[in-house]
T-cell receptor
Framework: DTGVSQNPRHKITKRGQNVTFRCDPISEHNRLYWYRQTLGQGPEFLTYFQNEAQLEKSRLLSDRFSAERPKGSFSTLEIQRTEQGDSAMYLC?????????????FGPGTRLLVL | AQSVAQPEDQVNVAEGNPLTVKCTYSVSGNPYLFWYVQYPNRGLQFLLKYITGDNLVKGSYGFEAEFNKSQTSFHLKKPSALVSDSALYFCAVRERNTGFQKLVFGTGTRLLVSP
């Protein structure tokens, strides 16, 4: 049973650089979510996909952030011109929607540090 | 707007004693409620959820939670704590029938179980 995987697990970058994270969901899960978690806080929703369609975006997702899920399988989250405030854990979750019941299963996260 | 409150930053309990981690929520309609656990440098691990029906929900590792609609609470419980239960616990809510799929999390409660 392979769960949600995320790469890289850690990323250190300098302010102004671009970074890209990858999420591989559980096989056959049709929804994929991105959340951001800062120290001492719970995860905050960023965006989600149903198959390849991006259906909802948070106001937290500034124009420097872009997410894709081109074939409805893996997803990438890119941050352009990183800022120190982008330092956080980026979590990916996937789910299989069956009627009204849905459980999101999370990956281990990518910890980003912007210097 | 949906919100979750976890009033205790930390809960301390001795091994073998019962534990309770508190959660209250606010939604405009009926909720789906979830508990997740996070170990250091790991993603969130699903414990249990309330969808409908019986107010007492049983989950993984001996945990259970009681949904109380009048008190808008969903407290997490376990009859006998283990040292290995020490972790960060998050309560989350999602509204039904709104089209919003995101989970809204509380700020987390650190559980410390002493030997």
């Amino acid at each position: 049973d392979t769960g949600v995987s995320q790469n890289p697990r850690h990323k250190i970058t300098k302010r102004g650089q671009n970074v890209t994270f990858r999420c591989d969901p559980i096989s056959e899960h049709n929804r994929l979510y991105w959340y951001r978690q800062t120290l001492g806080q719970g995860p905050e929703f960023l965006t989600y996909f149903q198959n390849e369609a991006q259906l909802e975006k948070s106001r937290l997702l500034s124009d420097r952030f872009s997410a894709e899920r081109p074939k409805g399988s893996f997803s990438t989250l890119e941050i352009q011109r990183t800022e120190q405030g982008d330092s956080a854990m980026y979590l990916c979750a996937s789910s299989l929607v069956q009627g009204s019941s849905e459980t999101q299963y999370f990956g281990p996260g990518t910890r980003l540090l912007v210097l | 707007a949906q919100s979750v409150a976890q009033p205790e930053d930390q809960v301390n309990v001795a091994e073998g004693n019962p534990l309770t981690v508190k959660c209250t929520y606010s939604v405009s309609g009926n909720p789906y409620l979830f508990w997740y656990v996070q170990y250091p440098n790991r993603g969130l691990q699903f414990l249990l959820k309330y969808i409908t029906g019986d107010n007492l929900v049983k989950g993984s590792y001996g945990f259970e939670a009681e949904f109380n609609k009048s008190q808008t609470s969903f407290h997490l419980k376990k009859p006998s704590a283990l040292v290995s239960d020490s972790a960060l616990y998050f309560c989350a809510v999602r509204e039904r029938n709104t089209g919003f799929q995101k989970l809204v999390f509380g700020t987390g409660t650190r559980l410390l179980v002493s030997p």
